[in-house]
């Protein structure tokens, strides 16, 4: 069974928590660890070495001496050590596992961009508080509904999803490398956005992203994956790197949570398009609400001597102009379902 090395990386998750879980899931052996303070295995004392071939880690040092710099070509190598394992079993699945990688890579991006990570000072974070209200609210939400029509399952006569996978495994190693910025997108507030759920027919409740879901929490339960988050594996503890609001603002004394995290999980034309049906209903609802507030003009009434049934002329609602003309229109209101 041949050695995949030694991997190299900060304590943080950021960019070693996927490789980590990938070679936890490769099943060959390895070994690693996250740099420390001080000494030889410092990253000041590494990156002044000269061995990272682009002066940053993480790092793989491989069995034949070569040292690898950049995240997807170590995910790459692990993979085509470990074969179909994490590779797949056909070109497609390859094919996929490489997109979804590249795929996982922009999110990273998405999150880096929002001034998240666990260092930055409370200035930082609140000048992106903005981005990261759109990121959760929009962005991240369009990225998950492409990523739930690549997704497959099964669907029982109930509607529930089994066995739900990108690739015919499910398990690649660009699965896990989503697995591990989805998950890291969810540990800083992107919860919401993920497991968002809409009504539907028969008073049910069901989610937007039911394949994506399915996928991420089976994955995410594997011995393999549980083994690296609760610190079990090579690398021991990786921290949190983007924070959530809550576990930043303890950390800063902040007292005041502003709300941001919040997400509907519609997307960004979606968006619009529930708050056209919202404001249709409201429409709808007041047109209503001043009809029935009001007694007809003319109704029909019984008469209390003879029992019969006679028509009744409100006086103070008559008025003298002529009858209207009524069009029929057809109102359509947008329904979730579609979205
Ligand atoms: N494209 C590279 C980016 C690596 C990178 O940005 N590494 C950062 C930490 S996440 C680093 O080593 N920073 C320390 C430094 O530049 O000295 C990858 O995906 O591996």
Redesign the pocket.
């Known amino acids: 069974m041949s050695d995949l090395g030694e991997l190299i990386y900060?304590p943080v998750m950021?960019?070693g928590l996927q490789l980590a879980c990938i070679a936890e899931m490769s099943g060959l052996p390895w070994t690693g660890f996250t740099v420390e303070d001080e000494g030889p295995k410092s990253?000041g004392e590494i990156?002044a070495s000269g061995v990272a071939p682009?002066?940053?880690?993480?790092l793989l040092k491989t069995p034949s001496g070569l040292v690898l710099?950049?995240?997807?070509a170590i995910a790459n190598y692990i993979a085509k050590m470990a074969g179909a394992a994490l590779e797949g079993e056909s070109d497609n699945d390859y094919a996929l596992s490489q997109m979804l990688m590249a795929e996982a890579e922009d999110i990273y991006s998405l999150l880096g961009s929002c001034e998240l990570a666990n260092w930055k000072t409370p200035e930082q974070r609140e000048s992106a508080a903005e981005k990261a209200k759109t990121l959760f609210a929009e962005q991240l939400p369009a990225h998950f509904k492409n990523l739930e029509e690549l997704a497959s399952s099964d669907v029982s006569d109930e509607g529930k999803h089994s066995d739900c996978k990108f690739t015919t495994t499910g398990h690649t190693a660009g699965e896990i490398y989503l697995l591990g910025m989805i998950h890291q997108a969810v540990l800083a507030g992107g919860g919401l956005a993920l497991n968002a759920s809409k009504p539907v027919r028969g008073g049910a409740i069901a989610l937007y992203y039911p394949r994506l879901v399915g996928w991420y929490n089976t994955l995410l339960e594997r011995d393999e994956i549980q083994k690296v988050l609760t610190g079990g594996s090579a690398m021991g503890t990786f921290n949190q790197y983007f924070l959530d609001t809550p576990s930043f603002n303890k950390k800063h004394g902040i007292e005041d949570d502003s709300g941001y995290g919040q997400a509907n999980g519609y997307g960004t034309v979606a968006v619009d398009l529930a708050a056209e049906a919202a404001k249709q209903k409201e429409v709808m609802k007041a047109l209503r609400k001043s009809q029935m507030d009001k007694p007809p003009p003319v109704a029909m009434k019984k008469d209390p001597k003879t029992g019969e049934m006679v028509k009744f002329e409100s006086e103070a609602l008559k008025d003298d102009l002529p009858d209207e003309e009524v069009e029929e229109v057809e109102i359509e209101i947008p329904v979730g379902d579609d979205y």
Not at 69 to 72: D, E, I, R
């Open positions: 900060f950021a960019k990253w990156k682009f002066g940053q880690m993480p710099g950049q995240s997807c």
